[in-house]
């Protein structure tokens, strides 16, 4: 894992929904406070921003890119499209890997988790799958002897277990607020030799899909921006007709067994009433 310290540095973009520790994963990969780091409930990094450190325990040099929530399903399309084409820009020599960053603390629902991955297909292209790393913050929720496999062993839900599926199974447990050195040494290890497992793969060529392509030739980032926010709002309205659609299946499925179930009453009703009468009947 040694390099030499002129080696091209690795560039790592930190994603996920925000309250889930992108900034302060991003700084204690860089082992400082670089990025603005708080605990809020609202957005607190409010652009795509970059900063860049050379590791003493091998001389890699890496860029850590943070990004401001770009997958959250409030965000304005005109935001996340001026946000996505920065961080294009900021990645100009590509992408070596990508971290979705979640919390073990704070469960997303399945519609939440499967879209972000559709929007971060649809925007950097459906191979970047085969450059992230699922990195968990929240590694001080655990207790002391218990790992996440043991905690994702009886709490884990399935569509994160898909996820993890689709990335290869790629996944590191971060504690952001221990000042532990050996710890902070230990996690970041382990993070670094996922990256180098998924340059490898990859024939040590970072993601550049067609979409970095065709905004790097574009040097209009308000152009590019705009068109990005096109096909998210579009990206969105697609997804909205989808749910109503699903809505409304299940309310006519609902409907239709509502029916039926009163269907299938009156007509035990009307069998009981005959069976009554062909008795009354009988008797007479």
Known sequence: MASPSNEVAKTIVLIGKIGNGKSATGNSILRRKAFKSMSSPTRVTNTCEMHTTTLLENGQNLAVVDTPGLFDCSAEPQFIGKEIAKCINLAKDGVHAILLVASIKTRISKEEEEAGVLMLQAF??????????????????LEDDETLDDYFGRNCPQHYKETLRMCGNRHVLFN???????????QGKQLLALVHAVVNKNGGEPYMSPQFVELKVD???????????????????????????????????????????TLSAQRLLIGRKMRIRGSSDIKQ
Do not use: C, H, W
């Open 124 to 141: 950097f292209g459906p191979k970047i799958i085969d450059y992230m790393v699922v990195l968990f913050t929240g590694g001080d929720y």
């Open 176 to 186: 952001n607020k221990t000042r532990d050195e050996p710890q902070k040494s230990k």
């Open 219 to 261: 040097l209009k980032l308000k152009e590019s921006s705009d068109k990005l926010a096109q096909q998210i709002a579009e990206l969105k309205l697609k997804e909205s007709f989808d749910k109503l659609a699903q809505q409304i299946a299940e309310q006519e499925n609902g409907r239709l067994k509502e029916e039926i179930m």
